[in-house]
């Protein structure tokens, strides 16, 4: 696998968590600024972010919001801030989830786990068609009416989770569980966030033939409308 890139101005939070992915034999690489976080971005082309908001220079914000105008690459949000609204917002850029310092390094590293585990393999054949909605989950890949769409990792996993069971209600909780591997109740506002943008995107492009529909007070099914 590529290697870890862990980004963050505190060596003493670096250390930690470098000893903890050492110990899982992960490769992985240190930056302590925005800068040099992009610059290793596109030297060494990670498997896996774990970006801290509060950096010298260029911002967490702002790095992931560059990476993710050119890659899926799966970016752990790791900050200080507790405020809903810091959240929203990395959720809105394009992070996959989010943990709030102080955190437990065992923590940290079940995320990880469970973000690898939902990794697609590199291969095989693992397409869901569905009129001229094409989904390729090994290689993220998504078009809809001949266009290629720009879908983060966790969009197209959400969008393939309800496609492949049309009309059934998946609760909030289910697609927590599903789609981002590991039980993280009560973290609505990340599905409703995700889904908000997949829905944005997927308007982009005629698409009569299904729709992302809300079951309120449950959660979201996909809806076939084919003759």
Request: net charge negative; no cysteine.
């Given at each position: 696998?590529?290697?870890?890139?862990?980004?963050?101005?505190?060596?003493?939070?670096?250390?930690?968590?470098?000893?903890?992915?050492?110990?899982?034999?992960?490769?992985?690489?240190?930056?302590?600024?925005?800068?040099?976080?992009?610059?290793?971005?596109?030297?060494?082309?990670?498997?896996?972010?774990?970006?801290?908001?509060?950096l010298p220079g260029i911002d967490g914000l702002e790095v992931c919001r560059r990476i993710r105008s050119v890659s899926q690459v799966p970016i752990l949000m790791i900050t200080a801030r507790d405020e809903d609204a810091d959240r929203i917002l990395g959720l809105d850029i394009g992070a996959d989830d989010y943990i709030v310092k102080p955190f437990s390094p065992s923590v940290v590293m079940a995320h990880i786990r469970a973000i690898m585990r939902r990794m697609p393999a590199q291969s095989g054949n693992e397409t869901l068609v569905i009129g001229s909605l094409s989904i390729h989950l090994p290689s993220l890949s998504v078009t809809l009416d001949g266009h290629r769409l720009s879908l983060t990792r966790k969009e197209v996993e959400l969008l393939y989770t309800l496609a492949a069971s049309p009309g059934r209600v998946f609760t909030r909780d289910n697609l927590l569980t599903i789609v981002w591997g590991y039980e993280h109740a009560g973290n609505y506002r990340a599905v409703d966030s995700h889904i908000k943008r997949l829905r944005q995107k997927l308007d982009a492009y005629p698409h009569d033939f299904f729709t992302i529909a809300t079951v309120w007070g449950t959660g979201y099914k996909f809806e076939r409308n084919l003759p």
């Open positions: 696998m590529n290697p870890i890139l862990i980004v963050d101005d505190n060596e003493q939070i670096l250390e930690i968590l470098t000893q903890y992915i050492r110990a899982e034999g992960w490769p992985y690489l240190t930056a302590v600024s925005g800068e040099e976080a992009l610059s290793l971005f596109d030297a060494a082309s990670p498997s896996l972010i774990l970006l801290d908001i509060m």
